[in-house]
């Protein structure tokens, strides 16, 4: 599976930004998609994780209420709207797929660029 995110930028505390990711290759193997960050000196984290057929979401704490995570299994893209956006949420955010049946497999995109100014 490949992922392929898009939707990252700059943006003002309290604004809003829409990441995307697109997934090609064995999708319908497909377990569960993610999003992760990484901030500077830090070590990568989940921000929110939602399954094949979309009926379950997890989201860390620090985002809950802010970010919402939706994805479209018919086309194979995974969304993140991200509200209320804080200086603190800056980093690189990953798309990530576990996917596979029996042999669980994981797969990362390329990581986009999410910053918020104070």
């Known amino acids: 599976v490949r992922l392929v995110e898009s939707g990252g930028g700059l943006v003002q505390a309290g604004g809003s930004l829409r990441l995307s990711c697109a997934a090609s290759g064995s999708t319908f193997s497909i377990n569960a998609m993610g999003w992760y960050r990484q901030a500077p000196g830090k070590q990568r984290e989940l921000v929110a994780v939602i399954t094949s057929g979309g009926g379950s979401t997890n989201y860390a704490d620090s985002v809950k209420g802010r970010f919402t995570i939706s994805r479209d299994s018919a086309k194979n893209t995974m969304s993140l709207q991200m509200n209320s956006l804080k200086p603190e949420d800056t980093a690189v955010y990953y798309c990530?797929?576990?996917w596979g049946d029996g042999t669980a497999f994981d797969s990362w995109g390329q990581g986009t660029q999410v910053t918020v100014s104070s």
């Open positions: 990530h797929a576990n």
